[in-house]
């Protein structure tokens, strides 16, 4: 009988050490670095914002100003509170669009506008003025 708990007892034993090793070999495993770019966290705020693009020969193409700038580094937005975008086109024609919102992709070639847009267009000789008033609008920087 005491050898019969004796095997027991090492058999125990034995099942303990093993899980043990188990365990230990487990949570010594290495925790996955978390990437900057994973999380959706800015990477700069700016108040006040103020950009002009300039076309070859110096001319306003546009100016974009907004009462903040909020960049995204993981998906490379960047969001506008209060965005007002005037674009200068021929035959000095100015386009202003507002909005209570803004987001440009990373590859600054639009801007969408969000919450109470509202886009006027100056009038030339040739043509009359323009007005549109939306909840949401697309415009594209560079057309």
Not at 53 to 74: C, F, N, S
């Amino acid at each position: 009988m005491a050898d019969a708990r004796k095997l027991v007892l090492g058999v125990i034993l034995v099942a303990v050490a093993a899980a043990s090793w188990w365990f230990t070999r487990e949570a010594a495993q290495p925790i996955g670095i978390i990437s900057p770019k994973a999380r959706h966290d800015p990477d700069y705020i700016v108040e006040n914002f103020t950009a002009t693009e300039m076309d070859e020969q110096g001319t306003p193409k546009y100016v974009l100003t907004a009462e903040r700038l909020t960049h995204y580094p993981d998906d490379d937005t960047a969001h506008y509170v209060k965005p007002v975008l005037v674009q200068y086109q021929p035959n000095e024609v100015r386009v202003t669009t507002r909005g209570d919102e803004g987001v440009m992709p990373g590859d600054g070639k639009e801007i969408i506008m969000t919450g109470n847009v509202h886009m006027t267009r100056t009038g030339t000789t040739a043509a009359a003025p323009g007005e549109i008033t939306s909840e949401r609008l697309r415009v594209e920087l560079d057309r």
